[in-house]
């Protein structure tokens, strides 16, 4: 999760040309940091009129998977191996598991 946040705009692709700004030659999504390290403003120049950055929206997106993915491997309590046994046999489980990825 650091390394799209603090360095996402080195590697994660931006397919939408103009959604890369001021950069239109760098592949790469434009940085949802609100200033630089030095101080020169980001994302603060596309705030008002574009809203929440692509790329702070990607890590939100990403961190929702890895908690569904939490989830499943939060069933076990006692050092069990499987985390999948009985996986189907829990009718809540699945009740719930379906109203987050829903939701």
Do not use: C
């Not at 001021?22 to 008002?48: C, F, N, Q």
């Amino acid at each position: 999760m650091y390394s799209i946040v603090f360095a996402g705009e080195h590697f994660y692709p931006e397919p939408d040309v103009k959604y890369r700004f001021d950069r239109p030659d760098i592949p790469y999504v434009y940085p949802g940091r609100v200033e630089d390290w030095d101080g020169t403003p980001l994302w603060s120049k596309y705030k008002a009129e574009h809203g929440v950055s692509r790329q702070m929206t990607n890590v939100f997106n990403i961190f929702v998977v890895m908690q569904i993915f939490n989830l499943v491997n939060a069933r076990t309590i006692h050092d069990e191996f499987n985390v999948f046994s009985g996986l189907f046999k829990n009718g809540t489980f699945w009740i719930i598991m379906l109203i987050i990825i829903g939701g």
